[in-house]
C-alpha cells in the first residue's frame, strides 16, 4: 500500500521526478509556482457557480453543479469544458466527509476528503485509492490507505496549507482566503488565492480547494 502512494507521487507523472504529485496527467505539472485565483459567484448558475482564473485573468477551469441534490456534486472541467472530476459529499457520514471521482462518466472514486475537529483548527485527511478504483456509491474504506495529503488551517481560518502526508515540511500548495470580502462584505461568497508549488498538479490542488470550501460551507450551515 505504501509503494502505491509513492507511485501516485512518481508513476502517475511518467515518472518524471520534476513532478511531486501528479493525479490528473503532466499537462497539469508545472516546472514553476503557479497562481489561481478561485472566486465563488454570488449570482450563480448551474454551469458556472465558480470564477478560477490565472494571474493574468485568464479562465483556468471552470466548476458546475448541474444537479442542486442534497448530496451536493460539482464538476471541474477544463477551459474547453472538458470534465477532469466530480466532487461529491458523502451522507450519513460519523465525520465530514467528501469524495474526488474521475474515469469513466466520473463514477470511479479517486480520493476522499476526511475531516478532523481540533480546538483551534480545522484538519483533513486526503486518501487516494488504489485501482481497481471503487465505485462512487461503494462503502468508504480508508483503513488500509495511509493519507497521501493533509489539509490544515491556521486559527481564523484565513490560510489553509496542503501538505504531504507523511512530512508535514512538504508543501504541495497554500490557499489563502480574502478576509476583507468574508469579514466586512459578508456577501457568503468566498475568494482565494491558491499557490502551487513546482511539479505539483494544478487541477488536483484545485479540486482540493473547492472539496475544502465546500466542506467548511455545509459545516458553517449545519452548526
Not at 31 to 37: A, E, Y
Request: net charge neutral.
Amino acid at each position: 500500500k505504501q509503494w502505491y502512494q509513492r507511485r501516485v507521487r512518481v508513476q502517475a507523472s511518467n515518472g518524471d521526478p520534476s513532478h511531486k504529485i501528479c493525479l490528473f496527467g503532466p499537462q497539469y505539472c508545472y516546472p514553476h509556482q503557479f497562481q489561481l485565483l478561485l472566486k465563488e459567484k454570488f449570482f450563480k448558475l448551474p454551469d458556472d457557480c465558480f470564477k478560477i482564473q490565472d494571474t493574468a485573468g485568464n479562465t483556468f477551469f471552470q466548476v458546475s453543479n448541474p444537479i442542486a441534490t442534497l448530496r451536493s456534486k460539482h464538476v471541474l472541467k477544463d477551459v474547453y469544458g472538458n470534465d477532469i472530476c466530480k466532487i461529491k459529499k458523502k451522507l450519513w457520514a460519523f465525520r465530514y466527509t467528501w469524495h474526488m471521482l474521475a474515469g469513466e462518466n466520473l463514477e470511479e472514486r479517486r480520493v476522499t476528503m476526511a475531516f478532523r475537529h481540533f480546538a483551534l483548527h480545522k484538519k483533513c485527511y486526503v486518501y487516494v485509492y488504489e485501482p481497481p478504483y471503487p465505485h462512487e456509491d461503494a462503502p468508504t474504506e480508508t483503513g488500509h490507505l495511509k493519507p497521501l495529503i493533509m489539509m490544515k488551517s491556521s486559527v481564523f481560518g484565513f490560510d489553509i496549507k496542503i501538505y504531504d502526508g507523511e512530512n508535514q515540511d512538504v508543501l504541495y500548495a497554500h490557499m489563502s482566503k480574502d478576509a476583507f470580502r468574508d469579514i466586512l462584505l459578508s456577501h457568503g461568497d468566498d475568494s482565494y488565492c491558491l499557490t502551487i508549488e513546482p511539479g505539483v498538479d494544478v487541477a488536483f490542488m484545485t479540486a482540493l480547494a473547492l472539496m475544502w470550501d465546500y466542506a467548511i460551507s455545509d459545516m458553517q450551515k449545519n452548526n
